[in-house]
């Protein structure tokens, strides 16, 4: 067996590991190990084809992976900082919006979860106005019906960035890694909405037991 023959085996070897890889990134890895190998056998062997196609792929399989390993990269780093999910913005949409305009409805079927670019925007229900930079609807990906809790509304005329739950849903089973960062993510964040949420209660409780205290005293 010469060693082209030997380089022949390597690469079909490579090529069944391959298929066998259950998670992206090493996917991608033995991609590449694959592409190179075939491509350094197609050139010897002058398979013009072989060539071609392996000189597209083996870029496009390291173009890919380097997005992965950054995009983990970059959740990480926001699962330990301020919740921001500035590292979903290579795979969002950008969609420009009117004044007026409603984005979803309270009882809506959720489909998707936004960025605001620019604008302002409004939760009608709690009356929490929205600026640049921040994300919405990310909520309705973990609820059991993935139905709107509250109205979103457009004030001023912006833009956002939006992407589906199918396409976070691809996201999140390509990488079980990246899947762990997203839902610690959006476990924090429920946990500071609910902190806010004790804080709004606590103070209407002392809100209404100032106007009791008086009227004792006044009384007495």
């Known amino acids: 067996m010469t060693w082209l023959d030997g380089l022949a085996w390597l690469g079909a070897i490579l090529a069944i590991t391959g298929s066998a890889m259950r998670t992206i990134i090493p996917l991608r890895c033995i991609g590449i190990a694959t592409n190179a190998v075939s491509l350094t056998y197609a050139v010897f ?17 390291t173009v ?35 004044a007026g305009e409603i984005l979803f409805a309270k009882g809506d079927s959720a489909t998707c979860m936004f960025y605001t670019l620019s604008g302002r925007y409004r939760l009608k229900e709690l009356n929490i106005e929205l600026l640049q930079g ?11 019906e993935n139905r709107r809790t509250q109205t979103l509304e457009c004030l001023d005329d912006g833009e956002v ?43 209407l409780k002392s809100a209404t037991a100032e106007p009791q205290f008086l009227r004792q005293v006044v009384s007495a």
């Open 161 to 203: 960035l939006n992407i589906s739950y199918d396409e976070v849903r691809e996201l999140y089973f390509q990488n079980p890694e990246f899947g762990f960062y997203f839902l610690r993510l959006t476990s924090e964040r429920m946990f500071k909405n609910m902190e806010m949420m004790e804080a709004e209660i606590a103070r």
């Open 45 to 61: 062997m002058r398979a013009y084809p072989s060539i071609t196609v392996n000189l597209i792929l083996l870029p496009l399989n």
């Open 64 to 98: 890919r992976l380097y997005q992965m390993i950054r995009l983990i990269r970059q959740v990480k780093q926001a699962s330990k900082s301020d919740l921001s999910m500035e590292w979903l913005k290579p795979f969002m949409t950008r969609r420009k919006v009117k």
């Open 134 to 144: 921040q994300v919405v609807g990310e909520m309705g990906f973990m609820s059991p």
